[in-house]
């Protein structure tokens, strides 16, 4: 279905895809977190090809070095807003005291570090999406990934909700890759890619993209 879906995305660039539905654009995401396996081609992250990697070191891989925003936010009900975020840290190696503070201070950068201890679903949308936000980014991946990030949030909600994502991420320095219907969360990126008949076309570059090595 993708067929010469090329590009090259720097490190730190938040780049979005846009495209009509089934033009192929969370395959495409799967395809880059490994989390599917193409026929042919290649995904490279950091010099490295990734599609070459056996399915544990790719999780092992995408565990360590990426995040994902889902659209339907994905958060574990049974666990509370802490421990949501937390879990990612774990999975990484990372606990104890030092777990907790590092998942409590990434929820205060998203307007939540009241709320830690809240079930995942008494929060409102935009809540939930920021605690998504906050566990995709709290082990520092070089790539976040996110697949309509408001496509489940009414306008005014989906206005608070991106530039928490897009100002946690570049504060970061990491790389961005969002899917979006929505014109004015593509207008907010540094560069515009449209999927279209199996290939990535380049739709605009913002004058004021920073690339960086
Ligand atoms: N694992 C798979 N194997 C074969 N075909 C698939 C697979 N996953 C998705 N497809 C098909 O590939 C096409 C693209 O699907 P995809 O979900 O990537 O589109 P999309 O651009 O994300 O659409 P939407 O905007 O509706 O989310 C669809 O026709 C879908 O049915
Ligand atoms: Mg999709």
Redesign the pocket.
Known sequence: ?LDHADARIRNGEAVAVI??????????L?LISGI?QADSGVVEFDGRDITALAEPARTLFRRAHVGFVYQFFNLIPTLDVEENVRLVLELNGVRGLEARRRSAATLAEVGLGDRLHSCVDQLSGGEQQRVAIARALVHEPALLLA??PTGNLDEETARQVLPVLLSLTRARGATLLM?T?DTALARSADRVLE?REGRLNELSARATAVSRP
């Open positions: 279905m495209g009509r539905s089934g033009s192929g654009k969370s395959t495409l799967n599917d697949d309509e899917v219907h999927l």
